[in-house]
Structures are given as C-alpha cells and as structure tokens.
C-alpha cells in the first residue's frame, strides 16, 4: 500500500509507503514520487476518483504503476492488489491506494 497526497496544481506525490508492503517491498517507489500513470493511462493531474478506478481491480492482480522522479526520470512498478481488509493498513486514509504483494 501506498498513500499519496495532492499538491499544487494536482500532481498527486507519494507520502508513505507501508512497511513490508508490496511498495515498500519493491524498493523502486520512493516518498516524493509523483503518480504519472496506471496501467498505461496518464493519470498526472487527473481527478483522485478516477485514478482509485484504475487502481481497483481483481485481488491477487497485477497493477502497473509509473512515477516521476525528479525532472526527467520514469520509475515503473508492477505491484498485486490485495482486499483493503487484509492490508495491514486498513483504516488508512480514503485518499489511499492499496496493493498488496505478489500471491504465494
């Protein structure tokens, strides 16, 4: 699970990653990073709502994300979604977004 945090003109920027999540885990997803995309889909200063549409899916599945690092750097990331109640985060914020991490 990661949490991010609107600023400015929309950008949305990583504010925590949970310990021992699937974003932590991957130790590619750093504080500060900005959401650019999901699946693909260039989400940079879209509306919250519609980005928690595309992080929703099927537990256990795969979701593709992409940040902006700096001015120019591209970090991507494929994190598993996992049901809210089983993230050891569950009473997170509504602005939060969770994955889990890969199945066993």
């Known amino acids: 699970m990661l949490t991010v945090l609107m600023f400015g003109a929309g950008a949305l920027y990583v504010k925590s990653l949970v310990p021992h999540g699937s974003a932590a885990k991957s130790k590619q997803i750093m504080i500060g ?10 989400v940079y200063c879209s509306n919250p709502a519609q980005i928690g549409n595309l992080l929703l899916g099927v537990e256990n ?17 494929i994190l598993y979604r996992t049901s809210i109640a089983s993230s050891p985060a569950s ?14």
């Open 33 to 42: 990073d900005v959401l650019f995309e999901v699946n693909g889909n260039n």
């Open 61 to 77: 599945s795969q979701v593709e994300l992409s940040f902006k690092r700096g001015s120019t750097e591209i970090q991507r990331v």
């Open 91 to 104: 009473q997170a914020q509504v602005s939060s977004f969770h994955s889990g991490g890969a199945p066993s």
